[in-house]
Structures are given as structure tokens and as C-alpha cells.
């Protein structure tokens, strides 16, 4: 079965800061690595990773895979309470759909 | 450029009862549909999905399926609902084997 792990659950930090969410994952059907960011409704993508070791950026965000351990992290820098969101890891990419794990709940205060 | 249409938004609906919940895709064809379903606390599960007309696959048995009558557009659906059959139903689509999916904006669905 597969088994998508987040951590940590929840996360209270100050704006500013800069945090580290993690995903390690055991899939059967593995293709890539998706990134999703979910605030009230419909996840909104922000990385997909295939190749190990290669980082992606997109502003104060970047991500990484590491297809030897099997795992990926998610780094926000100068977090903005914009930020505050659940953020959710899912390896898989094939037609046969994507595996979530239950997402980090990251909260940015003021 | 590609959207997706889901609806309703929010539904209550008494146990017994039957469901319908509907998505469609604009701009593009032949895409994957999903129905993933997020119960309060839980991470999103994959109910089922399709990568073509009349076909579908279903993940985990339960209470609901699903149908694609027309190329860019997937129900799900239930003849008796459960209370279990509560929480946020989420559509989604994707093009090929390899890329990211695009979700629409949800139903929170309340079983009374």
C-alpha cells in the first residue's frame, strides 16, 4: 500500500521566519513528486519534481527530491502570513492519479 | 486556457438521500479526471478516476460511483447516502501520465 508521511502536522511560526516541511513516501508507482498549497478550497500546484538533487524555485519558495531516500522537503523563506496555508506532498503522476499525504498546517503569525 | 467547473459548492443532504455532483473541463481534451474526496483532518483520497469516456476505476470500495458520459465531463455519484459519505469532494484533471493536477473549487458535502 502506499504511504505518504508529512511532518511536521501543524506549525506555528512568526513572519519572517524560514521553515522546512518534509514528505517521505513509499509508492509503487513512482513518477514524480507535486508540491500543492490548499488555503480554503481547491489545492493550487506549486512544484513538480522528477530528477533527485535538482531544486526548484518559484520566489521564496524551493523544493527538492531525493529519490535514494525517498523523500522531499519544501522551503518557505521570509514567510508572509499569506503563507499560512496546508500544504500537501503527493508522489505519483501517473494516469492512475495522485497519493496525499494529510499535508502540514503551516501557520504564519504577524 | 484550461478551467475547471464544479457544483455545487456547499450541499446538505439527509441520509437516504440520493447525490449527484457534477464536473467539467474547458480548453483542452481528453484529459484524466478524478474525484478525490477530504475528510475532516485527512489527507485527500482518490475515489476514482478515468482516462476516457465510459471508463472508470475506482480506488476504494464504498457507497459512490462514478460516471463520464462526455469526454470533459465526470459525476459522482451516490443512490443512498451515508453519514460517512460527509466532506469536501474535489474534481480534478490532468493531460498524459506525468503532469500536474488541476483541481476545481470543491463540495462540502454534509450528510444530516
Known amino acids: 500500500e502506499d504511504k505518504v508521511v508529512q511532518s511536521p502536522l501543524s506549525l506555528v511560526v512568526h513572519e519572517g521566519d524560514t521553515v522546512t516541511l518534509n514528505c517521505s513516501y513509499e509508492?509503487?508507482?513512482?513518477?514524480?513528486l507535486l508540491w500543492y498549497k490548499q488555503e480554503k478550497k481547491a489545492p493550487t500546484f506549486l512544484f513538480m519534481l522528477?530528477?533527485?538533487?535538482i531544486e526548484k524555485k518559484s520566489g521564496r519558495l524551493s523544493s527538492i527530491l531525493d529519490k535514494k531516500e525517498l523523500f522531499s522537503i519544501l522551503n518557505i523563506t521570509a514567510t508572509q502570513t499569506g503563507d499560512s496555508a496546508v500544504y500537501l506532498c503527493?508522489?505519483?503522476?501517473?494516469?492512475?492519479?495522485?497519493?496525499f499525504g494529510k499535508g502540514t498546517h503551516l501557520i504564519i503569525q504577524p | 486556457s484550461q478551467t475547471i467547473h464544479q457544483w455545487p459548492a456547499t450541499l446538505v443532504q439527509p441520509v437516504g438521500s440520493p447525490l449527484s455532483l457534477e464536473c467539467t473541463v474547458e480548453g483542452t481534451s481528453n484529459p484524466n479526471l478524478y474525484w478525490y474526496r477530504q475528510a475532516a483532518g485527512r489527507g485527500l483520497q482518490l475515489l476514482f478516476y478515468?482516462?476516457?469516456?465510459?471508463?472508470i476505476s475506482s480506488e476504494v470500495p464504498q457507497n459512490l460511483s462514478a460516471s463520464r458520459p462526455q469526454d470533459r465531463q465526470f459525476i459522482l455519484s451516490s443512490k443512498k447516502l451515508l453519514l460517512s459519505d460527509s466532506g469536501f469532494y474535489l474534481c480534478a484533471w490532468s493531460i498524459g501520465g506525468n503532469t500536474e493536477a488541476f483541481f476545481g473549487q470543491g463540495t462540502r458535502l454534509t450528510v444530516v
Open positions: 503527493a508522489p505519483g503522476g501517473g494516469a492512475d492519479g495522485l497519493t
Open positions: 522528477t530528477s533527485s538533487g
Open positions: 509508492v509503487t508507482n513512482f513518477r514524480s
Open positions: 478515468s482516462v476516457g469516456i465510459g471508463q
